[in-house]
């Protein structure tokens, strides 16, 4: 028997604001690429069995553009007759019980089967007896779906399938919110059961014998840079377990720049270095640490983004270092200050113009500050 597992697709998934050609947010239709191609993939392998292990969508609430490319791909399934079971995952579920779920609309087709009530369901394809446990209200009500399951003998096959990070030694959890958490005992070490489906930790990893996170289909922030993306190809009984890796956009977190000591033209050259490992149309985080108030005022931080035009988006995270004795430099109005300052270093006008532009900032800035935050 060979089995499909995915999870963690977030279509309608959107951001820094950059749109295609068409007027599309580009991330938003990196996700549907990547979906895409695990579709085309997943009909070219023609398994006997799709366990999608939830979060089709980013939002309980998606767009239209989001349903249509869901419907789209899971159609192109029904067509092609490969079983598909979906569950609900935490970002697709609503918050308010008495709200429809949108995976309803998915249920329509042949062929699809979809757990999204919140609650132990189990579905019989074919002989094999797949056991779903979705996002549930609560822990406790999770807790208490995963005892209600019950591996049947008489099936030739049973598969858990559930969405939820896992706690135990080792922790499997993204710490987003609505995120349910559950011990791992109740889970990979379940009885009887031939393979167990996970979603939700955006990593492909084995957690237990048969029990597999799949990892999501594209990347979802800083996070995630660092492992590929992609799904698994299971073979029952024999239980061996092959992943596809599909293309998406590189994301690079560089390494830090300590700018302890260093002018703002050195700080530059290192900058500039570092680019060349930023590829073509990357999402790169670039941080710099350890920079001291006047140095992170004088870079120009236009310039830094010159040096990577040919990235698609860049994320400088600037660290300020903070002298003893003195305190952080942490509060809103803090960073209001360093931020007015280094804009108005990027104006074209002379040096005297952009001292009076400064103090006469600074004042006002300082004359708003509430009282709670002078000290």
């Known amino acids: 028997m060979k089995i499909v597992h995915l999870s963690d697709t977030h279509l309608g998934y959107s951001a820094y604001a950059k749109a295609t050609p068409s007027g599309i947010n580009q991330r938003e239709q990196d996700i549907y690429d990547a979906f895409n191609q695990v579709i085309d993939r997943i009909i070219d392998i023609g398994p006997d069995l799709v366990l999608h292990a939830g979060d089709v969508f980013h939002t309980p609430r998606p767009s239209n553009r989001a349903i249509t490319q869901a419907l789209l791909g899971f159609q192109r399934l029904s067509s092609n007759e490969i079983s598909t079971?979906?569950?609900?995952?935490?970002?697709?579920?609503?918050?308010?019980?008495?709200?429809?779920?949108?995976?309803?609309?998915?249920?329509?087709?042949?062929?699809?089967?979809?757990?999204?009530?919140?609650?132990?369901?189990?579905?019989?394809?074919?002989?094999?007896?797949?056991?779903?446990?979705?996002?549930?209200?609560?822990e406790d009500e999770m807790i208490q779906a995963f005892d209600?399951?019950?591996?049947?003998?008489?099936?030739?096959?049973?598969?858990?399938?559930?969405?939820?990070?896992?706690?135990?030694?080792?922790?499997?959890?993204?710490?987003?919110?609505?995120?349910?958490?559950?011990?791992?005992?109740?889970?990979?070490?379940?009885?009887?059961?031939?393979?167990?489906?996970?979603?939700?930790?955006?990593?492909?990893?084995?957690?237990?014998?048969?029990?597999?996170?799949?990892?999501?289909?594209?990347?979802?922030?800083?996070?995630?840079?660092?492992?590929?993306?992609?799904?698994?190809?299971?073979?029952?009984?024999?239980?061996?377990?092959?992943?596809?890796?599909?293309?998406?956009?590189?994301?690079?977190?560089?390494?830090?720049?300590?700018?302890?000591?260093?002018?703002s033209e050195e700080i530059l050259g290192r900058t500039s270095q570092l680019s060349r490992q930023a590829g073509y149309g990357g999402v790169v985080q670039l941080p710099l640490i350890r920079l001291n108030r006047s140095t992170y005022v004088e870079i120009d931080q236009r310039t830094i983004r010159e040096q990577f035009d040919h990235v698609y988006h860049l994320e400088i995270i600037c660290q300020i270092d903070t002298p003893k004795g003195t305190a952080p430099l942490s509060t809103d109005i803090a960073v209001l200050h360093m931020e007015f300052e280094a804009f108005v270093n990027t104006w074209r006008v002379d040096t005297l113009e952009k001292k009076r532009l400064k103090e006469m900032g600074l004042k006002y800035l300082e004359t708003f500050v509430p009282e709670e935050e002078q000290g």
């Open 85 to 138: 079971v979906v569950i609900a995952g935490n970002h697709s579920m609503p918050r308010i019980r008495s709200s429809s779920c949108i995976l309803e609309s998915i249920n329509l087709f042949p062929e699809i089967y979809v757990a999204f009530k919140g609650e132990y369901e189990k579905f019989h394809i074919d002989g094999t007896l797949v056991h779903c446990v979705p996002h549930c209200g609560t």
């Open 148 to 263: 209600a399951v019950k591996p049947s003998g008489k099936a030739g096959v049973n598969i858990l399938v559930t969405h939820a990070g896992l706690t135990a030694d080792v922790d499997y959890v993204v710490g987003e919110f609505n995120e349910l958490k559950v011990p791992s005992k109740m889970v990979i070490h379940h009885p009887h059961m031939d393979y167990i489906a996970l979603g939700h930790y955006h990593r492909a990893i084995k957690v237990g014998e048969g029990a597999y996170y799949s990892g999501s289909t594209e990347r979802f922030g800083f996070s995630d840079a660092d492992h590929p993306c992609g799904f698994l190809e299971v073979d029952l009984p024999a239980g061996t377990v092959k992943y596809h890796e599909i293309e998406v956009r590189e994301m690079v977190k560089l390494p830090e720049v300590d700018c302890h000591n260093l002018t």
